[in-house]
Nanobody
Framework: EVQLQASGGGLVQAGGSLRLSCAASGFTFDDYAIGWFRQAPGKEREGVACMSNDDGSTYYANSVKGRFTISSDNAKNTVYLQMNSLKPEDTAIYFC???????????????????WGQGTQVTVSS
């Protein structure tokens, strides 16, 4: 059974940093692409970042490029999202997801994942 457990959200001031973690079970990162989505109040869910299971390539939404970094610890079967230079517009619930299409796409870096974890709230104050 595939399970994804996200953690690490919280309240941070603008310009600060947070690191989200997503502990995965039931698969390895060689099996499925893995990534992060977010959903702000009143907005659609959007892909933020992903890591390909083919070669480990990473892809990002334009809004977070240069500020967010996705990485993985395969021994722990955990993926991370390091978020730096946070802005109030980064406030959202962040979800990790797996087994989607990861790459450059007009629909975002990560689409149609089959598996979702629960969200973790990130709030950036101005």
């Amino acid at each position: 059974e595939v399970q994804l457990q996200a953690s690490g959200g919280g309240l941070v001031q603008a310009g600060g940093s947070l690191r989200l973690s997503c502990a995965a079970s039931g698969f390895t990162f060689d099996d499925y692409a893995i990534g992060w989505f977010r959903q702000a109040p009143g907005k659609e869910r959007e892909g933020v970042a992903c890591m390909s299971n083919d070669d480990g390539s990473t892809y990002y939404a334009n809004s977070v490029k240069g500020r967010f970094t996705i990485s993985s610890d395969n021994a722990k079967n955990t993926v991370y999202l390091q978020m730096n230079s946070l802005k109030p517009e980064d406030t959202a619930i962040y979800f990790c997801a797996a087994d989607g299409v990861c790459g450059n796409s007009r629909f975002g870096p990560f689409v149609l994942p089959d598996y979702w974890g629960q969200g973790t709230q990130v709030t950036v104050s101005s």
